[in-house]
């Protein structure tokens, strides 16, 4: 067996695991041999069984969804801007989220139209959603019209920061019941994923990872420069595009479904380029995927353990990585 076989065989196995002890542990730990008694169908008490198939199951496959997600969309992020501490947010599609929650939470009663029927329905992913999508059409628009992929990537900064100066202004002015839910919104949440919400969240995420499986020969020629890759044949802007497209349906989902979890695609590529210690992105994107799933799994672990928001846990795990990964190796590409 190879080296990359075996690794990918271990991370699935330790992924798995981490998948069954999720579904184990929290407020109330249940063993294993009831856990596996419900799943398969076995004898296990009605109110375990719900615990551990409505609740717990339901936050571990959000869990790995999001994981892979933003893992996958990190590494077209800093695969295509060629730097290193490019991330799944880095277009706005966070920004544009919370902008969109921000004025459906705190916009919407200043404006006296909180009780409006289009607004009632839009609800808190769709405004989400609809953020990241408006993103999206500004970025797709800029992409046509500019070249050069670090002007993209400046003013995809600047637009985040103009977006995070109006939420700001919009938290001023929010009354308290109104602001707190925007805040714990912001601190992301697996457990807000219900079963009929995961079914809407499924095939999106799995739309924009199969967009990012099918970039994965561009991506390779364009770890040389987009010059390069042009000589190569590659149309550069098809690329940008289909990049865009996989990481706003990746990471702009995640966002409206689970709040802007921070850090996991930002920190996962850097770890799996230093475990498998490959530049191939036919061994990084799945090696990503699997990594990221393994590591929400285990945010969401010590966040139940714990008792605190997800994004605290994925702060604190992937700050030291990204650090470490920089002191260690300032030429990444």
């Known amino acids: 067996m190879t080296r990359p076989a075996l690794l990918f065989t271990l991370l699935t196995l330790l992924t798995a695991a981490l998948f069954i002890g999720d579904l184990a542990v929290g407020s109330v730990d249940i063993p294993l ?74 916009g919407a009663p200043l404006l006296g139209i909180a009780g409006h029927s289009f607004v009632q329905s839009l609800g808190i992913i769709g405004a989400a959603w609809l953020g990241s999508a408006l993103v999206l059409a500004v970025v797709m628009a800029v992409s046509h019209r500019i070249k050069d992929i670090m002007v993209i990537l400046i003013l995809g900064m600047m637009f985040s920061s103009g977006v995070g100066s109006v939420v700001e202004i919009l938290q001023y002015l929010s009354d308290e019941a109104a602001l707190k839910a925007f805040v714990i919104w912001t601190m992301g949440s697996l457990g807000d994923v219900t079963g009929s919400r995961l079914m809407l969240m499924l095939p999106v995420v799995a739309a924009g990872l199969v ?123």
Not at 35 to 55: F, M, N, Q
Not at 64 to 88: H, K, V
Not at 257 to 285: E, K, W
């Open 33 to 106: 041999g009831k856990v596996w008694a419900a799943l398969s169908g076995g004898e296990c008490d009605p109110a375990l069984r719900t615990i551990i198939l409505k609740i717990r199951l339901l936050k571990a496959v959000t869990a790995l969804l999001a994981g892979a997600a933003l893992a996958a969309s990190g590494l077209e992020m800093q695969t295509l801007f060629r730097n290193p501490l490019a991330g799944p947010y880095v277009l706005g599609v966070s920004s544009g989220a919370s902008l969109g929650v921000a004025l459906f939470l705190l």
């Open 211 to 333: 967009l990012a499986v099918a970039v994965i020969k561009p991506l390779n020629l364009l770890l040389l420069g987009e010059n390069y890759a042009r000589t190569m044949g590659l149309n550069v802007q098809r690329t940008r595009t289909r990049v865009f497209l996989s990481t706003v349906l990746l990471a702009g989902t995640v966002t409206a479904f689970c709040g802007p979890v921070g850090f996991i695609g930002l920190a996962v590529p850097h770890l799996a380029r230093m475990i498998f210690t490959s530049a191939d992105h036919r061994i990084l994107m799945p090696a990503s995927m699997l990594a990221g799933a393994a590591l929400l799994l285990i945010c969401d672990l010590l966040a139940k353990t714990l008792a605190l928001p997800i994004n605290t846990i994925t702060a604190l795990m992937g700050i030291p990585v990204v650090i470490f990964v920089v002191i260690r190796n300032r030429n990444l590409f």
